[in-house]
C-alpha cells in the first residue's frame, strides 16, 4: 500500500563545494500533519530544509543531489519552475526577516501582490487573517500602515509567518521559528501549528526537544549531515531504536 | 618616561591636526566664496541681484549682462543628461550586482568606473570626432527634414542641425556622470542582505520581482545619492561641454542648435573679457553657480534624509 505523502526525499545530499552538508537522507513528510527535525547545530537541518523549496538554488556553489518529492513529483526535475515551487512550498527563516520600507500590511500581502492580488478588500482579508493565525492580529491591527521595523523582534518573526501564510502554501516550512520567541508568542506560535495542521503540511526544524514532543506528529534525528532515526513522535521520545537518538533527547550530548 | 605620556601627547598632536585641517578645509571654501562674491559685485551693483539672475541679455559688446541665458542652459543640459542617464546607470548597477556571473562583475564594474577617470577633455574629443558626425547625418538632418515637410512649427523648436549644440553637448554628458550615479548605485545594491532577497524569493517571486519590490526599495537612500553626485557632476562640468556646446548665449535655445552654460561660458569667454563690467559679471555667474550647487546639496540632503527615516532602525 503506497502512503500518500505530501512530500519526500529520496536519497537527497547537498554539497557546499565539496563539502556535505546532508547526505544520503530519504524522509517522508505526511500531509497534513508537522514533521520535526531535530539534532546538534551544524547538523544539517537548515541544508535540509532549504533543499525542499530550492531554495539552494540562489546560492552559488551549492549542489543538490537526490529527488525531492512534491505530490510525487520531483521539484528538481528539468523543466520545473523553483517560483512555482516556492509558491506552494512557503519558508519562514531563523531571523526575521521585514521588509524594511514596507508597512506592516505590506509585508503580509507582498506574497499576494506577486500573484497580482489588487483588491484591497481581499487583501485586507487575507491581511487579517494571516495576522490572526499568527497570533500579531490584536498587536498591530490599529497601525497596519507603520513600518515594519517598528514591530519589536518578535512581533517581526510572527510578522514573518503572517506574510508566509498569507499565500496559502500547502507545505510551511519553518526554521527555528520561535528561537527569538518569548514564551507567550512562542504559545501562540505552537497553538498555531496544532491548528494549521488541519489544512498545510508542516517541516519545522527545532532545537526545542519540548517543542518538537509536543508539536510534531513525526520527528526526524539528524547527526553530522545524516538522518539517524525517523518515526512517529511519540515512539521517538519514548522507546529510540537508535543509541545516538537515545543519547540526544535524554541529552546526553549535543 | 611612562608610554602613556607619548600616548596622550600623540592623541592630542594628531587632534590638533585633524582640527587644523578641517578648519583649513572650510577656511578655503569660504575664502572662494568671498572672492567670488567680491569679483562679481560691481555686476550685482550694475545690475542688481536679482536683475542679473533674470535678465536675457548678454551682449559684451553694449555691456549687458545677464546670468538667464546660461543658467537656463546649465539647468537644461544637467536634467537632462540626469535623464538620460539614470536608468543605463542603474540597470547596470542591477547586472552587475544581481545578474551577471561571478566572473563578469569586477571586469564590468571596473569598465564602468573607468569612464569616470577619462579626462573631460578626451569627451570632449570623442564627442567631436565620434559622436558628432552621426547625431548630425542619423539624427539631426532626418528630424529636421521631416519637420519642415511635416510639422513646420517644429523647425524653430529643433534650430540648425549641425551637430555642434545642446543635443550634443547633453549626450556627452550623459555618458560622462553615468559612473558616478552607476557605482554608487552598485554599492548599495551589494549592501542589501541576502536574507531581505531569500524571504522575497521564499514568496514564490521571480529575481525580477525581488529587484523591484525589495532590493530596489532598501537601496533607494544610496541610489539617490549617486544621482546627487552625478548631478553636481553634471551641473559643474566644463570642458567637454564647452568643446560641444556652441557657446551661444542667446535666448531662446534650440533643440540642436547652440547654447550656454555657465561653465562653458566663463571657460569660453575668460580671456576675452577686456572690461571691468565683463570679468565682473563672468565671475558673477560663477558665483551663481557656487549657489545653484549648494541649493542642490540642501535639498538633497534633506531628502536624503526623510528617505532615510523610513528605514532607521532596521
Ligand atoms: N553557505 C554554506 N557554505 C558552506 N558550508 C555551509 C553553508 N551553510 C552551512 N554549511 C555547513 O553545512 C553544515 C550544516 O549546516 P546547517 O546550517 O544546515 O546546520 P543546522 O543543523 O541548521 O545548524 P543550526 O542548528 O546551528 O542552525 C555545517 O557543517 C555548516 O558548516
Ligand atoms: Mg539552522
Redesign the interface.
Known sequence: MSQPYRMETQNLSVYYGKHPGVRGVSLPVHDRRVTALIGPSGCGKTTFLRAL?R?HD?T?GVRVEGRVLLDGEDVYAPGVDP??V??RV??V?Q?P?P????SIFENVV??L???GVRDRRVLGQAAERALRMAALWDEVKDRLHA?A??LSGGQQQRL?IA??LA?EPEVLLMDEPTSALDPISTQAIEDLLTELKNSVTIVIVTHNMQQAARVSDYTAFFLDGEMVEFDATDRLFTNPADPRTEAYITGRFG | MPDWIYRRLGDRLFAALVVFLALGVVAAALLVALVLYQGSALAFRTFGFFGFLTSQAWDAVRGQFGAWPPLAGTLITASAALLLAFFPALAAAIYVVEYAPRWLKEPVAYLIDLLAALPSVVYGLWGLFVLVPPVRDGLERPLFTWAAVHAPALVPLLGPPTGIGLLSATLVLALMIVPYASSLARDALALVPQSQREAMFALGATRWEVVRRVVIPYARAGIFSGVVLALARALGETMAVTMLIGNAVNLPYTVFGPAATMASLIANEFTEADTDLHLSALIAVGFVLLLLSLLTNLVAGWMLRRLARGEGRR
Do not use: H, K, Q, Y
Not at chain 1, 99 to 102: D, N, R
Open positions: 523549496n531554495m540562489l552559488p517560483v512555482v516556492r509558491r512557503g519558508m527563516f531571523r526577516t521588509f524594511p520600507t514596507m507582498a506574497g501582490r506577486l500573484v513600518p521595523v517598528d514573518s506574510r508566509a499565500v
